[in-house]
């Protein structure tokens, strides 16, 4: 778990590594047993696979990569492959967090998880301030780039890098009783604002706050509810203003932008751009959507692309929208992809619901999405993991022993 979400980007060519270790183990896991809420996701997502071939052969694309890996069918077939090892990746955290009995053991193995992650971080921000005062060069790590000194880890950028690490202050909230976890809770905000500067990950730390503590001003401060509510809603709304500052002079000034920097990646890929041209796509094919993982290739014709220009060949194919999981099912696969995917999501809610699991962490699930985390990005799926843990298949009952990961998970 904790090496396929720190080391996203560490590639053998265009594959990943953490892709091609949880999909070595999958024999293993199918020879268990595939949880069918997990077996939900499995057939939506290989319906949606077939029906992007076949949404793909009617496309046209101007501009392609030699590499087959980049080509339409085959970017979907790879896409695919990593939704896979998503789902494989979340029935393991299943499985292995169901088999545990023993009072405590949930816990134990939880807090290893995490205090792994937060040792890993350490390190990285220790490198960070390595470089910061001028010990070591920036250059003589990957893990710190830019003009600006950004911390990313093994991930491409500072953004996506501190979301993950928004995923780890998620799930730390499981055990906020525990000692010392309000420090590492601080630790970790203080490396997404200042280290890797990434304003998606801040708001969704911040949002996070608000959910998993509002049944409890709801419950304890009913009386100021009302004005809790009104302050932290003033407060979110200034922090996300101020966020989006730098996005709206990009969008008041993008011709003169893009003019003056042709072949700046961060202006012609990613969210800028596709704030225009996912909309665009959208619109053009609303009921099935692209093809998953056509993105990147069709955004590049001219009818998509508008004012933009080509990005630089090297990167050309490598682009993404920037706005998450949830866009990416409505780019792929249209307003029924996201029809689909909610009514799964909907029918595990209740059921988590009725046993008085912890219904939280599907928010938290989402939350990710909403934030920018791409479908096929892996550590979202450990927290639907988590939360399926909080349901017994075989008689509909939740599980006897209070000291047991659903007493933790839902009390």
Not at 5 to 25: P, R, S, Y
Not at 63 to 75: A, D, V
Not at 156 to 177: A, C, N, Q, R, T
């Amino acid at each position: 778990m904790t090496f396929c979400i720190q080391f996203t980007d560490l590639k053998i060519g265009l594959i990943k590594v953490t892709e091609l270790l949880v999909l070595g183990v999958t024999p293993f896991v199918l020879l268990g047993r595939l949880n069918k809420y997990v077996s939900y996701f499995l057939f939506f997502f290989t319906g949606a696979v077939l029906i992007s071939l076949l949404v793909t052969s009617h496309l046209s694309f101007t501009y392609l990569e030699p590499s087959f890996l980049k080509r339409p069918y085959w970017i979907t077939i790879g896409r695919y492959i990593e939704i896979i090892s998503c789902l494989m990746l979340c029935n393991i955290v299943f499985l292995y967090f169901q088999s545990l009995k023993k009072k405590g053991e949930f816990t134990f193995y939880l807090s290893k998880f995490i205090d792994l992650n937060i040792a890993i971080t350490v390190l990285f921000a220790f490198i960070y301030l390595l470089v910061i005062f001028n010990i070591i060069s920036i250059n003589d790590t990957r893990l710190v780039y830019g003009w600006d000194i950004r911390l990313r880890g093994y991930f491409v950028e500072g953004g996506p890098y501190g979301l993950m690490l928004s995923f780890i202050f998620i799930l730390s909230s499981l055990l906020k009783d525990r000692k010392g976890i309000i420090i590492r809770r601080i630790f970790l905000f203080i490396v997404i604002v200042f280290m890797a500067q990434s304003k998606a990950g801040t708001l969704c730390c911040v949002v996070w706050l608000g959910v998993e503590n509002f049944g409890l001003v709801k419950d304890k401060l009913k009386p100021i509810l009302l004005p809790a509510v009104i302050v932290f809603l003033i407060g979110f709304f200034f922090l996300f203003k101020n966020i989006s500052h730098m996005y709206i002079d990009h969008f008041d000034n993008i011709k003169v932008s893009v003019k003056e920097r042709p072949n700046d990646p961060n202006l012609v890929l990613g969210r800028i751009p596709g704030f225009f041209i996912a909309p665009k796509i959208i619109q053009e094919n609303p009921i099935f959507g692209i093809g998953i993982g056509n993105y990147p290739l069709i955004r590049n014709n001219k009818e998509y692309r508008g004012i933009f220009p080509l990005p630089p060949k090297k990167i050309r194919n490598l682009d993404a929208h920037g706005y998450g999981g949830i866009v990416d099912i409505l780019v792929d696969n249209g307003v029924l992809g996201v029809l689909v995917f909610f009514s799964i999501l909907g029918i595990i809610f209740k059921r988590i619901r009725v046993q008085n699991g912890k219904t939280v962490l599907l928010i938290g699930f989402v939350l990710l999405f909403i934030f920018g985390v791409q479908i096929h990005f892996m550590y979202p799926w450990i927290l639907l993991g988590l939360a399926l843990t909080g349901i017994s298949e075989t008689n509909g009952n939740t599980l006897d022993d209070p000291s047991s990961k659903l007493k933790i998970l839902g009390q």
